[in-house]
C-alpha cells in the first residue's frame, strides 16, 4: 500500500538558516511526489513536484526539493529561511500504476525563529 | 481569476443535522476531491470524482454523501449518520486523472457540530 511519512511534528530553525523537513514514501511503481504548504485556516499550497528527470526540483518560494530513489525520500529544502515560512508543510505521493488517490503525510510545522 | 470556491467558510450545525458545503471550481478540471483535516492526522480523502455523473469513496466516506451533476461543482453533504463531524474540510480539483496534475486547493470551510 502506499504511504508517506513526515517523522517529524515540528522543525524550528533560526532565520537565515538553512532548513529541511523530511519526506518518506512508499509505493508499489513510480512515484510522483508533491509538496504543499498550510497557513492558518487557509487551504494548501502548491510547492513543487517531481514527476521525472532531474532528481533536484525547484519550486516556489525558493523551496527545492531532492528525489532520493534508493532511500525513498524527498526532502523539502531552502537555503535560508524566512519567519514568513513559518507554516505547515505537506507531503504528498501519487503512485502512477494505481487510480488517481494522491495519499499526503501528516505535515510537519515549520517555526521560523527570528 | 480561475480558482475553487467553498462556502461557507464557517459553519455551526446541531446533533442530527444533515449540512452541504459547496465547491465550485471554474479551472475546467475534470477531477475533483474532497479531504478532511485534524489536527496532527493529515489529510484524509472522503471522496473523489474523475467525471461528471462518477465518484468513488475515499477512506473516510462513512457519514459523508456527495453529487456530481456538472464538472463544475462537487458539493459534499455531512449527513447525520457521520459520528464525528467537527472538523475543517477542504475542496480540490486536478486536470485529469493518472497523469502529474498538483492539486488546487480551495480556502476550506471549517464545520462545527454544537
Known amino acids: 500500500a502506499q504511504s508517506v511519512a513526515q517523522p517529524e511534528d515540528q522543525v524550528n530553525v533560526a532565520e537565515g538558516n538553512p532548513l529541511t523537513v523530511k519526506c518518506t514514501y512508499s509505493?508499489?511503481?513510480?512515484?510522483?511526489l508533491f509538496w504543499y504548504v498550510q497557513y492558518p485556516n487557509r487551504g494548501l499550497q502548491f510547492l513543487l513536484k517531481y514527476i521525472t528527470g532531474d532528481n533536484l526540483v525547484k519550486g516556489s518560494y525558493g523551496f527545492e526539493a531532492e528525489f532520493n530513489k534508493s532511500q525513498t525520500s524527498f526532502h523539502l529544502k531552502k537555503p535560508s529561511a524566512l519567519v514568513s515560512d513559518s507554516a505547515l508543510y505537506f507531503c504528498?505521493?501519487?503512485?502512477?500504476?494505481?487510480?488517481?488517490?494522491?495519499?499526503f503525510g501528516k505535515g510537519t510545522r515549520l517555526h521560523i525563529l527570528p | 481569476d480561475g480558482g475553487i470556491t467553498q462556502s461557507p467558510k464557517y459553519l455551526f450545525r446541531k446533533e442530527g443535522q444533515n449540512v452541504t458545503l459547496s465547491c465550485e471550481q471554474n479551472?475546467?478540471?475534470?477531477?475533483m476531491y474532497w479531504y478532511r483535516q485534524d489536527p496532527g492526522q493529515g489529510l484524509r480523502l472522503i471522496y473523489y470524482?474523475?467525471?461528471?455523473?462518477?465518484?468513488q469513496k475515499g477512506d473516510i466516506a462513512e457519514g459523508y454523501s456527495v453529487s456530481r451533476e456538472k464538472k463544475e461543482s462537487f458539493p459534499l453533504t455531512v449527513t447525520s449518520a457521520q459520528k464525528n463531524p467537527t472538523a475543517f474540510y477542504l475542496c480540490?480539483?486536478?486536470?485529469?486523472?493518472?497523469?502529474?496534475?498538483?492539486?488546487?486547493f480551495g480556502e476550506g470551510s471549517r464545520l462545527t457540530v454544537l
Open positions: 504528498a505521493v501519487r503512485d502512477r500504476g494505481r487510480d488517481d488517490k494522491i495519499i
Open positions: 480540490a480539483s486536478s486536470i485529469g486523472t493518472g497523469i502529474t496534475g498538483e492539486l488546487f
Open positions: 509505493v508499489s511503481g513510480n512515484p510522483y
Open positions: 470524482s474523475q467525471i461528471v455523473n462518477d465518484f
Open positions: 479551472l475546467n478540471h475534470d477531477a
